[in-house]
């Protein structure tokens, strides 16, 4: 069983920066995709930010390249999130997500809120 914790989260002004973290339960990159996504306030999904496979590949979401960056520290088994350049559209709840391609599983963190003001 994996275990996510996300923390950073809060209030922020539009332009600001704020860098999420996601810690895991144990040395789990080199089977897991990490990502990290985010559901609107009212959203009934949660749509993918950015995704980091465990060779090192990333994916992001459109509205979020250029400014968001995903990365993560091995030997703290933790993921981020470095986010600039934020817009009141980036308010949403942000979740932690390790997904295990050789058994299809994925898990999640409980997310942390980040609030964009204009």
């Known amino acids: 069983q994996v275990q996510l914790v996300e923390s950073g989260g809060g209030l922020v002004q539009a332009g600001g920066s704020l860098r999420l973290s996601c810690a895991a339960s144990?040395?789990?990159?080199?089977?897991?995709?990490m990502g990290w996504y985010r559901q609107a306030p009212g959203g009934k999904q949660r749509d993918l930010v950015a995704?980091?496979?465990?060779?090192?590949?990333?994916n992001y979401a459109g509205s979020v390249k250029g400014r968001f960056t995903i990365s993560r520290d091995n030997a703290k088994n933790t993921v981020y999130l470095q986010m600039n350049n934020l817009k009141p559209e980036d308010t949403a709840v942000y979740y932690c997500?390790?997904?295990?391609?050789?058994?299809?599983?994925?898990?999640w963190g409980e997310g942390t809120l980040v609030t964009v003001s204009s």
């Open positions: 997500n390790a997904f295990n391609p050789s058994y299809g599983i994925n898990y």
């Open positions: 144990g040395s789990i990159f080199s089977s897991h995709v």
């Open positions: 995704a980091l496979t465990s060779r090192g590949t990333t």
